[in-house]
């Protein structure tokens, strides 16, 4: 697309949306832009486009009309299996690149303290879920694996906290390096 078009169609829809013209225009304007791919490999979520269909299938064809040969899901891990294979083939079908996925999400992500602290069960869940996001990522074709390091420690030092991190960072490397996996 070129920029002049690109910008014209995000000024428009801005336009819309202030206006209150709302959805109906941003609808329209979505179905008039060109099939023709980015120069770019953008790759959306799932959960960007409120206009799109629901269906994630659906979505990236949806997605491939507007131009996009690329797609992410951060909240892939939390799909049922057959749900990622079913993206997949049909990414796979429409010649897309899957971009990244959040392999941390369990049990505490963003919710205690992960890579920062030293509590040894949490760590190996952590390291749990990275050998899982191992498997999803060749599931999904993709090396590309975005990890969550979690919150920090208001008890520990921040050299500590960095340390830590560091130790276990390094246990991730032995993971994911086997399999090409870029985190």
């Known amino acids: 697309m070129k920029r002049k078009t690109f910008i014209r169609n995000g000024f428009m829809s801005s336009v819309a949306a202030l206006s209150g013209v709302g959805l109906t ?9 060109p099939s023709k791919a980015f120069n770019m490999k953008f790759s959306p979520d799932f959960t960007i486009f409120p206009s799109a269909p629901k269906d994630p299938v659906d979505q990236l064809k949806w997605g491939y009309d507007q131009g996009f040969r690329a797609w992410e899901c951060t909240w892939l891990r939390r799909m049922p299996v057959t749900e990622q294979e079913r993206i997949s083939v049909a990414m796979q079908k429409l010649g897309m690149e899957f971009g990244q ?40 074709n993709t090396k590309f694996v975005h990890n969550v390091l979690g919150l920090l420690d208001p008890k520990l030092p921040v050299g500590f906290q960095m340390a830590n991190a560091i130790e276990l960072l390094k246990r991730v490397v032995e993971i994911y390096e086997p399999h090409g996996i870029v985190m």
């Open 25 to 33: 225009a941003t609808r329209a304007t979505a179905q008039a832009l």
């Open 101 to 140: 996925f959040v392999g941390t999400m369990e049990p505490s992500a963003f919710k205690e303290v992960t890579f920062a602290g030293r509590n040894k069960e949490i760590r190996q869940e952590v390291l749990k879920d990275l050998r899982a996001s191992v498997e999803v990522a060749k599931r999904m």
